[in-house]
């Protein structure tokens, strides 16, 4: 059910991989505006530049207890199972530049991010 919940949540706030596509033929600043710095940069050995942001995103499910219990003479026992709560997803995303005229980069391609994160 926890799966679920969080593959449900990211398919609500659009496919990732659509959102990195938007950026191509884009100059890098523009995603820099729109999601901060980016966390890490590599040099490539063609020249290019990966720029790579990391984020982490909190989904919040409802908390459901579940108590079992067994009444014997004057003896309650059971067990409880709680399930729900905060879950917590860390996703990599990934946009690749070519130096361009302006002493920037233009984004020429991203890396797809894992299943989880699209």
């Known amino acids: 059910m926890r799966w679920f919940?969080?593959?449900f949540a990211f398919f609500l706030s659009g496919c990732?991989?659509?959102i990195m596509q938007s950026y191509l033929g884009k100059d890098i600043t523009e995603?820099?505006?729109d999601y901060?710095?980016?966390d890490a940069?590599?040099?490539l050995p063609d020249g290019r530049r990966a720029f790579m942001w990391q984020m982490t995103q909190n989904i919040a499910m409802p908390q459901t207890t579940t108590y079992n219990a067994t009444a014997t003479g004057n003896?309650?026992?059971g067990t409880?199972?709680?399930s729900g709560g905060i879950a917590s997803q860390t996703c990599n995303y990934t946009l690749i530049g070519q130096r361009n005229s302006k002493g920037?980069?233009?984004v020429v391609d991203f890396r797809k991010p894992s299943m989880m994160c699209e």
């Open 104 to 106: 920037s980069y233009t």
């Open 80 to 82: 409880a199972t709680t």
């Open 75 to 77: 003896w309650v026992n």
């Open 36 to 38: 901060g710095v980016p």
């Open 16 to 18: 990732a991989s659509q």
């Open 41 to 43: 940069t590599m040099d």
């Open 5 to 7: 919940a969080i593959v």
């Open 31 to 33: 995603a820099a505006m």
